[in-house]
């Protein structure tokens, strides 16, 4: 029973073509977050939504958007892909703010390679 | 600074218990976590500790947790071949940010 699906599990995409990765949510959970997650690295957090309010992190290139249309659903488009944007992109979701000890939902991630 | 950090691997023989250690800088943090990823796969929580608890068990897992030192460790016993994958400490802070910060993640090991 997934409950953060994310699609596809696997893109390729040659460099500079726009890329739509997805995310959807059966939790019905406020918070939706996108994170890029390299080898061996810390996922990064990219942006995330707390309803329809988007909130971007400062260093998040702006290369990177994203889209909200209801609460289960939620869309990182890259305009522009570069090879250093090759990573596994992963799609989380919480009840409410990280603070009061909300957990962190994740799907399985998209791994995203730029050709 | 933001900076959470972890030994990058750690390696037990099955039916050893496995400690794996986390420090964070920001003495603000409310709730810290451990998530454990599997190869190709998301991040899927683990258990988590309030900051003003020293300890919390939960079957095979302990998470001990010294603030003084901001110091943060998950031990894992009769740890299984199942055990192997990369162990990311988060912290959350009580800011009202929906911001987690992970550490580097420690990959562990697990030998038959």
């Known amino acids: 029973d997934a409950m953060v699906i994310q699609n596809p599990r696997y893109q390729v995409t040659q460099f500079g073509k726009p890329v739509t990765l997805s995310c959807s949510q059966t939790l019905n959970h406020n918070v939706m977050y996108w994170y890029q997650q390299k080898s061996s690295q810390a996922p990064k957090l990219l942006f995330h939504y707390y309803d329809k309010d988007f909130n971007n992190e400062a260093d998040t290139p702006d290369n990177f958007q994203s889209r909200r249309p209801n609460t289960s659903f939620c869309f990182l488009d890259i305009r522009s892909p570069g090879l250093g944007d090759a990573a596994m992109y992963l799609c989380?979701?919480?009840?409410?703010?990280?603070?009061?000890?909300?957990?962190?939902?994740f799907g399985s991630g998209t791994q995203l390679s730029v050709l | 600074g933001e900076d959470v950090e972890q030994s990058l691997f750690l390696s037990v023989r099955e039916g050893d218990s496995s400690v794996i250690n986390c420090t964070y800088t920001?003495?603000?943090?409310?709730?810290l976590y451990w998530y454990k990823q599997e190869p190709g796969a998301g991040l899927q929580l683990l258990t988590y500790i309030f900051s003003n608890m020293d300890m919390k068990q939960d079957q095979r897992l302990t998470v001990l947790l010294n603030k003084k030192d901001k110091h943060l460790s998950l031990r894992i016993a009769d740890t299984q071949t199942g055990d192997s994958a990369i162990y990311f400490c988060?912290?959350?802070?009580?800011?009202?940010?929906?911001?987690?910060?992970f550490g580097t993640g420690t990959r562990l090991k697990v030998l038959a």
């Open positions: 988060a912290e959350s802070r009580t800011s009202g940010t929906y911001k987690y910060i």
């Open positions: 989380a979701t919480s009840r409410a703010a990280g603070g009061l000890g909300e957990k962190l939902f």
């Open positions: 920001d003495s603000s943090s409310t709730y």
